[in-house]
């Protein structure tokens, strides 16, 4: 009689494939190249909108 067990399965995780690892990396990249356009959108943005210092008097004397 020997000590193996005929039926029980292997507790190690299965390999991953090659097409979930590349799905990955491809949402990463996906995602990295989103944030940097948002970054630079964000900085073109606050550079078109407008804002500048105002002056401290509301009426502009030229008298």
């Known amino acids: ?24 990396i491809s949402i990463i990249v996906l995602l990295g190249t989103v944030s940097v356009a948002a970054v ?5 943005v606050t550079a078109r909108d407008g804002y500048r210092r105002q002056p401290r008097e509301t009426f502009a004397r030229t008298v």
Do not use: E, R, Y
């Not at 399965?9 to 090659?18: G, V």
């Not at 630079?40 to 073109?44: F, K, L, Q």
């Open 40 to 44: 630079a959108g964000a900085i073109v």
């Open 1 to 24: 009689m020997s000590n193996t067990c005929n039926g029980a399965k292997s507790l190690d995780p299965p390999a991953p494939s090659s097409s979930k690892g590349s799905i990955v």
